[in-house]
């Protein structure tokens, strides 16, 4: 069994910068794809960024140009930079991976933006 480990939520003001972090709890898990999805009690889950294993990566139009997913090679370990953030990014976000084996979910991170 797998397990994704997320980081890097927060407080952050309108504007500013936050870094999430997901590792895969295997070094040699290989997934297709690996990916940050976010959630409020208001709404469904939804997928914000997305990469895949040979590189190619995609986002939800709410978050482009002001977010970036990058990740190892394997994509074992991978980042979702946030900047300019907004008051309507406020959710917890949710890290996925797609593998052989199955679909994965971390436990969630809480992300506020709030002045």
């Known amino acids: 069994q797998v397990q994704l480990v997320e980081s890097g939520g927060g407080l952050v003001q309108p504007g500013g910068s936050l870094r999430l972090s997901c590792a895969a709890s295997r070094s040699n898990f290989s997934p297709y794809y690996m990916g940050w999805y976010r959630q409020t009690p208001e709404n469904e889950r939804e997928l914000v960024a997305r990469i895949a294993n040979d590189g190619s990566v995609g986002y939800a139009d709410s978050v482009k140009g002001r977010f970036t997913i990058n990740g190892d090679s394997a994509i074992n370990t991978v980042y979702l930079q946030m900047n300019n953030l907004k008051s309507e990014d406020t959710a917890v976000y949710f890290c996925?991976?797609?593998?052989?084996?199955?679909?994965?979910w971390g436990q969630g991170t809480q992300v506020t933006v709030s002045s």
């Open positions: 996925n991976a797609k593998a052989p084996s199955g679909s994965y």
